[in-house]
């Protein structure tokens, strides 16, 4: 009797541990259940923040590569104007250079039109001499002439010329001071 209660106490000690080893197999896989869903869902948390770094990382290559061609454009364009401004320069100082020898080349042609009326001027005033003497010498003929006859008839004609010839000397030298005026300038522009 005492066999068979020992008996039914292990069989009932051995039920109660398989209860016991079930409870524990159904909590340990409850565990293991809640644990893989944790590590799936933190998989899932780790793929998408990866996903996300990628996503950034890509973003800033673009922006990287959009500041890399607005940059290059922007220095295009200050050297585009650089040369521009190079070109306009050198066209500017070409034209400058270009008006410089056409000023040298008229104000030649100038002194030397300065120096040909100069010299034109010292001929016109020579030939102006020589034909006041030329007058003069006219007149030293023509006076004695006039004396020989008739010297009381001729006396009043002597007077008339005589007052004539005044004017005529003024009339003479007029031309040669308007001349003169007109040398004038010549000399200072060959001064020049």
């Known amino acids: 009797m005492a066999a ?3 008996k039914a106490r292990v069989d009932e000690l051995q039920a109660q541990i398989r209860k016991l080893a079930e409870r524990f197999d159904q909590e340990r896989e409850k ?3 809640s644990l893989e869903q944790q590590l799936e869902k933190a998989r899932e948390r780790v ?3 990866i996903q996300r770094q990628r996503e950034n990382l890509g973003n800033l290559e673009k922006l990287q590569a959009e500041y890399r061609d607005k940059a290059n454009a922007n220095l295009k364009k200050q050297l585009d104007r650089a040369r521009k401004s190079v070109e306009e320069a050198r066209t500017r100082v070409t034209e400058s250079e270009g008006r410089k020898m056409l000023l040298e080349a ?3 042609v100038l002194k030397a039109t300065a120096k040909q009326a100069h010299s034109l001027a010292k001929v016109i005033s020579q030939y102006e ?3 006041e003497k030329r007058a003069r010498e006219i007149e030293k003929k023509v006076k004695p002439a006039a004396k020989k006859p008739a010297a009381k008839k ?3 004609a002597k007077k008339a010329a005589a007052k004539a010839a005044p004017k005529k000397a003024a009339a003479k030298k007029a031309p040669a001071k308007k001349k003169a005026a007109r040398k004038a ?3 200072k522009a060959a001064a020049k």
């Open 4 to 6: 068979k209660k020992v």
């Open 31 to 33: 565990q293991v259940s």
């Open 47 to 49: 793929s998408q923040e």
């Open 106 to 108: 008229e104000v030649k």
């Open 129 to 131: 001499k020589d034909l």
């Open 154 to 156: 001729k006396a009043p």
């Open 185 to 187: 300038p010549a000399k």
